[in-house]
């Protein structure tokens, strides 16, 4: 079936290192890949997405490539900062014919950031 | 409204009542879907509604769970019978749905509500 496994945390860095929360899925059709990220208070919203194979979705500092080969997609952050503090979700839809896919969301993974 | 907007957004009720959530998507935003976040874990798909019709239904627990939309806006989750079980944060989320790059299109969360039952 249709999944996605995500690293789990919680992940605690100081501010400016370097991030990587690593996500893999499984598909049956064809994927197009998400992260979403949840800040304390707040609801869901996407951070970055990929639609086929090699693209790289970035946003406010974060990338994620979509790799069919590793059937990857982790997301990366060069520096950090205390404000990235917050549950960030892989998710995953796969289009069957005209049927609108629904999302397949990993476990989340909570990252702190100390200053 | 601007965002997809829940209530309530807290509900403490009693093991064996019914209690009713509520989800007003984004105007505009003909595909809905709730979601369900136990504590720690990640989030689980109840429905799905394209329009006023429910095509996915597969993540509903059990027969105490149903959902409705009508005039392809508002929607809600009735929980009958509810059991300690059912305590979670409950997700509503809405996308534009229609056409092909519907595919793709983000979707839109409110900030849930919170069910607690005692």
């Known amino acids: 079936g249709d999944s996605v496994t995500q690293m789990e945390g919680p992940v605690t860095l100081s501010e400016e290192a370097f991030l990587t929360i690593n996500c893999t899925y499984t598909?049956?059709?064809?994927?197009?890949l998400f992260w979403y990220v949840q800040y304390p208070g707040e609801g869901l919203q996407l951070l970055l997405k990929?639609?086929?194979?090699?693209d790289k979705g970035s946003n406010k500092g974060f990338e994620a490539t979509y790799r069919k080969e590793t059937t990857s997609f982790h997301l990366e952050k060069g520096s950090v900062q205390v404000s990235d503090s917050a549950v960030y979700f892989c998710?995953?839809?796969?289009?069957?014919?005209?049927?609108?896919?629904?999302?397949?969301f990993g476990r989340g993974t909570q990252l702190t950031v100390w200053p | 409204g601007a965002g997809v907007s829940q209530s309530p957004s807290n509900k403490v009720t009693e093991k064996g009542k019914d209690v009713e959530l509520r989800c007003d998507p984004i105007?505009?935003?003909?595909?809905l879907y709730w979601y369900r976040q136990r504590l720690g874990q990640g989030l689980e798909f109840l429905i799905y509604?394209?329009?006023?019709?429910?095509?996915?239904k597969s993540g509903l627990p059990s027969d105490r769970f149903s959902a409705e939309r009508t005039g392809e806006s508002v929607s809600t989750l009735t929980i009958q019978r509810t059991q300690q079980e059912d305590s979670a944060v409950y997700l509503c989320?809405?996308?534009?749905?229609?056409?092909?790059?519907?595919?793709?299109?983000?979707?839109?969360f409110g900030n849930g509500t919170r069910l607690t039952v005692t």
């Open positions: 598909a049956t059709g064809y994927p197009s």
């Open positions: 989320a809405s996308s534009l749905g229609v056409g092909v790059s519907s595919y793709n299109s983000p979707l839109h």
């Open positions: 990929a639609t086929k194979a090699d």
């Open positions: 105007s505009g935003h003909t595909a």
């Open positions: 509604f394209q329009g006023n019709s429910a095509p996915d």
């Open positions: 998710a995953l839809s796969v289009r069957r014919g005209s049927t609108l896919g629904r999302l397949y």
